[in-house]
């Protein structure tokens, strides 16, 4: 999953997703799935910053995913990450301020 550069932000990134991408690999696929499921149940049933801050986390890690996969993904996959991670986020601010 390493870009040949071994320098700059990108690699300091990698080198430090390392440990916690192996962590979330051991896991079973069953507590990923809970999580990601708990946060969007919080997101969409709480209301006001609680449940901005649930989808908020999703947003986070929707990117930080994003960033780590970018250069194997195609135009179209970089598209459909970036309209995601933009509605994500969007849905979070409307929760965070109560318009949603």
């Known amino acids: 999953m390493s870009t040949r550069d071994g320098t700059g932000m990108r690699a300091a990134v990698e080198r430090w997703?390392?440990?916690?991408v192996v962590f979330l690999h051991r896991l079973p696929r069953g507590v990923l799935l809970a999580a990601?499921?708990?946060?969007?149940?919080v997101g969409m049933v709480r209301t006001g910053w609680v449940g901005a801050a649930g989808?908020?986390?999703?947003?986070?890690?929707?990117a930080w995913f994003g960033y780590?996969?970018?250069?194997a993904l195609d135009a179209s996959g970089r598209l459909l990450r970036v309209v995601a991670l933009?509605?994500?986020t969007g849905f979070a601010l409307a929760r965070g301020i109560?318009?949603?």
Request: cysteine-free; charged content about 5%.
């Open 86 to 88: 933009a509605v994500l």
């Open 68 to 71: 780590l996969n970018w250069p």
């Open 98 to 100: 109560g318009r949603f």
């Open 36 to 41: 990601v499921f708990a946060l969007l149940v």
């Open 55 to 62: 989808l908020l986390v999703l947003a986070v890690a929707l």
């Open 17 to 20: 997703s390392a440990a916690p």
